[in-house]
């Protein structure tokens, strides 16, 4: 049986949300499944869209590797390599985020967060675009060129969850500049032009600032502070570290695990259709507590409580929350809509059933329930093309979410729980070779004899 980690009187935020809402047997039988290991910490594990087949594999250090998740094989070389671009001197910095372009199968172009080894701190935060190889989609072109440049004051909450949303733009989260509590309220500042504890929004399409070599990016023209006071970039503001989130493809709904200081950690929604410049508080509220510093009025009504929110001081200890990853994948049909997230101290692993109506429904920690290796460490959370979950460790070890008993068929092309003429159809019309494409189940770029077999095997 799962945890019921809302029955616990220490999650007073939630005891509203948690009242009936049996969700029994949904998410029994979860495990975790030791895919690769990469040669250190994990920062980021994104697919391309339209590639079935690679994750692309952010290591710290300033490589981007490429893993045959098929095959569970690594590429020989990355598919990109800054480490001498970046500088890597302290903990969080580094290669720390990785989008890419919606129609990056036509035009090869992907984004990346990382520190610079210049700037007045100890290494500003630039976004750099870049180009895959013209004629070899396992490799990119080393040299890229400056979208954005953010100056950080100190070496950590450097943020740098990147995705796309449904208009085409870029949403990209930034920390708050670090260094405790004692400097400014960056996250509350909408004028300081430094884009510090928010959300931001751009256009990587256009360019709104031909003359200035650093910033290379249009305003979307329905960003909230377009045409009124506050930097144009900005989607939405107070945030602490919002290292990790997602966004639902089917809803548009975007989560963020937002790093705490010592007491709260807080995973956000940010529901579609809200207007921009959403408010989640930091730094005046750490989750629902009120901090006393200054920035913003704890009793203000715009400020947007946590999704959920959990404390340190419990039996495991608990530090920083890693991931908000909406579950849309194939395999588990009942996990659809969940939002699975971990803590870094922990190692536990939560799942958040909820809609936008009625908030949080449940917290189910299934730490104890899940089979196959424990976490340790965890860093960042992802997904392949087809939203399987997957979480990356300090240590390098890649973990995927899997059912403890596989029910899907391989034979099943299309995920529509059925082995028919549809999946035959798939296989016979994309016969041959194949990049990326999802008919090629076993990952050898070839949608051959075998993946007929396998769809014979399975029929029904
Ligand atoms: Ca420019
Ligand atoms: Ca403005
Ligand atoms: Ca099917
Ligand atoms: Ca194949």
Not at 234 to 240: D, S, V
Not at 366 to 388: C, F, K, N, Q
């Amino acid at each position: 049986m799962s945890r019921f980690v809302c029955g616990l009187s220490v999650f007073f935020v939630l005891l509203t949300a948690c009242a009936g809402q049996a969700y029994a047997g949904v998410v029994e039988g979860l495990a975790l499944d030791e895919i690769a290991v990469a040669d250190g910490p994990v920062t980021r594990i994104v697919a391309a869209p339209g590639d079935d087949t690679r994750l692309f594999i952010c290591v710290r250090d300033g490589q981007i590797l490429i893993l045959n998740r098929k095959t569970q094989v690594w590429n020989d070389d990355p598919f990109l390599d800054i480490s001498d671009q970046i500088t890597t001197q302290y903990g969080e910095q580094g290669l720390l985020g990785l989008a890419f372009h919606p129609d990056y199968q036509n035009n090869g172009r992907f984004f990346v967060w990382s520190t610079l080894p210049e700037g007045d701190g100890p290494g500003d935060t630039v976004l750099m675009e870049f180009l895959r190889d013209g004629d070899d989609p396992d490799y990119a072109e080393e040299q890229g060129e400056r979208v954005l440049v953010v100056a950080q004051p100190a070496q950590h909450h450097h943020g740098g969850w990147m995705a796309f949303d449904g208009d085409g733009y870029l949403l990209l989260t930034t920390g708050d500049g670090g260094g405790g509590n004692g400097g400014p309220p960056r996250a509350q500042n909408i004028t300081d032009g430094r884009l510090l504890g928010k959300m931001i929004r751009i256009d990587v399409d256009g360019d709104d600032f031909p003359t200035d070599p650093t910033r290379n990016y249009s305003i979307p023209p329905d960003n909230p502070f377009v045409d009124v006071e506050g930097d144009d970039e900005i989607w939405a503001i107070g945030f602490r570290n919002p290292w990790d989130g997602s966004i639902d493809p089917e809803t548009g709904d975007i989560f963020i695990g937002d790093v705490g200081k010592s007491s709260w950690e807080e995973v956000d929604v940010l529901i579609s259709g809200t207007p921009g410049a959403a408010n989640y508080g930091w730094r005046c509220l750490e989750a629902s507590d009120c901090t006393g510093y200054s920035g913003c009025e704890c009793d203000d009504a715009a400020l947007i409580a946590p999704l959920w929110a959990y404390e340190h001081s419990l039996e495991p200890e608990r530090c920083s929350v890693i991931g908000a990853q909406v579950y849309r994948g194939c395999s588990m049909p009942s996990m659809q809509g969940l939002v699975v997230t971990t803590d870094m101290c922990s190692n536990e692993l939560f799942l958040l059933d909820w809609s936008p109506a009625e908030g949080l429904h449940e917290v189910l920690n299934m730490t104890d329930d899940l089979g196959g290796p424990s976490m340790s460490i965890p860093t960042v959370l992802g997904t392949d093309a087809r939203g399987e979950v997957y979480i990356g460790q300090f240590h390098g070890v890649i973990l995927k979410l899997v059912p403890a008993k596989p029910t899907q068929k391989q034979g099943d092309i299309n995920c529509d729980g059925a082995v028919d003429v549809t999946d035959l159809l798939l296989v016979i019309g994309a016969w041959g070779s194949c990049d990326g494409c999802m008919e090629d189940v076993d990952g050898d770029h070839q949608v051959a004899v075998a993946e007929l077999l396998l769809v014979i095997a399975d029929w029904g």
